[in-house]
Nanobody, 126 residues
Framework: QVQLVESGGGLVQAGGSLRLSCAAS????????MGWFRQAPGKEREFVAC????????SYADSVKGRFTISRDNTKKTVYLQMNSLNPEDTAVYYC???????????????????WGQGTQVTVSS
């Protein structure tokens, strides 16, 4: 059984920063890619960032590239999302997720993921 628990969300002013964490449990988790998605009210869940099993390969949505950084610490079974220069359009519930397949590459499609966390709210005020 795999459990993912996000933390670090909150309310921040535009231009500010937040660091999200995703603590994972389960055997062989370190062999999988991990991703962050977000969902704003009335919108579909969208890809934010992903990282392969060893952190060598990452990918970002165009809307966050240069502002967000995904990383992982396999010894702690934790994935991070450092978010800088936040703007109101970043307001959403952020979800951590684990890939279905082995983590040799990074996946951008939502269908490539199976286990999901409960989400953490990020609100950016203008």
């Amino acid at each position: 059984q795999v459990q993912l628990v996000e933390s670090g969300g909150g309310l921040v002013q535009a231009g500010g920063s937040l660091r999200l964490s995703c603590a994972a449990s389960g055997r062989t988790l370190n062999m999988y890619s991990m991703g962050w998605f977000r969902q704003a009210p009335g919108k579909e869940r969208e890809f934010v960032a992903c990282i392969n099993w060893n952190g060598v390969s990452t990918s970002y949505a165009d809307s966050v590239k240069g502002r967000f950084t995904i990383s992982r610490d396999n010894t702690k079974k934790t994935v991070y999302l450092q978010m800088n220069s936040l703007n109101p359009e970043d307001t959403a519930v952020y979800y951590c997720t684990r890939s279905r397949l082995n983590g040799s590459r990074c996946y951008r499609a939502i269908g490539e993921y199976d286990y999901w966390g409960q989400g953490t709210q990020v609100t950016v005020s203008s």
